[in-house]
């Protein structure tokens, strides 16, 4: 069965850097949610999307921005990147209107210098 | 405090051992309740849904008291390959996840 993707899955950058992060939600999936796994921390939700609006927003930096994409795709957007930063970014998806269980994609870890 | 607690671990148990894991949440507007596994730099993957009246799907046993906002999952007959972080999630009305910090299982041969 087909599963979220997520690349890439590896990502180094320099600090005040950019990064794209992008996500393909399983197929029929509308909902997409960003999560972001420090070390040594449990994931902490970031933002999600239904329908390609956002539907819910956590703790998420300003210089973070994310959208969905018409074929339901997601990106997340990342500027001025700080050390800090560097975690694991999982993308999970699901669908509105079936069950309640969300599928993660394998992540994308991001290490900032 | 974090909105889900769990006991960090780890626990080191034997091949064969039965095994449990504790959960607390704080949020009594919680809907829906969930046992995820993460193995080291892996993605949570789900490892059972928790229902009002219990579950059981093989050698795992979840429960869930909504009165004490508590959550179980048990583990019978440990396999070495049941080594992993266990997390206890919650999600409320717009279904985001809301992890606890995960238990460490490590099962000896």
């Known amino acids: 069965a087909a599963g979220v993707i997520q690349s890439p899955r590896h990502l180094i950058k320099e600090k005040r850097e950019t990064a794209t992060l992008k996500c393909y939600p399983i197929p029929r999936h509308d909902t997409v949610y960003w999560y972001q796994q420090g070390p040594g921390q449990d994931p902490q939700f970031l933002i999600s999307f239904y329908e390609k609006m956002q539907s819910d927003k956590g703790s998420i930096p300003d210089r973070f921005s994310a959208q969905q994409f018409s074929d339901y795709h997601s990106e997340l957007n990342m500027s001025s990147l700080e050390l800090g930063d560097s975690a694991l970014y999982f993308c999970?998806?699901?669908?509105?209107?079936?069950?309640?269980?969300?599928?993660f994609g394998p992540g994308t870890r991001l290490l900032v210098l | 405090r974090k909105e889900v607690e769990q006991d960090p671990g780890p626990f080191n148990v034997p091949e064969g051992a039965t095994v449990a894991f504790n959960c607390t949440y704080s949020?009594?507007?919680?809907?829906?309740f969930f046992w995820y596994r993460q193995d080291c730099r892996k993605e949570p993957k789900l490892l059972m849904s928790?229902?009002?009246s219990g579950n059981e799907d093989g050698r795992f046993t979840a429960q869930l008291n909504r009165a004490s906002q508590y959550i179980s999952l048990l583990i019978r007959d440990s396999k070495l390959s049941d080594s992993a972080t266990y997390l206890c999630v919650v999600n409320d009305s717009s279904y985001k996840l809301i992890f606890g910090s995960g238990t460490r299982l490590l099962v000896r041969p």
């Open positions: 949020n009594s507007a919680s809907q829906s």
């Open positions: 999970a998806s699901r669908t509105a209107r079936a069950a309640e269980t969300q599928y």
């Open positions: 928790v229902y009002s």
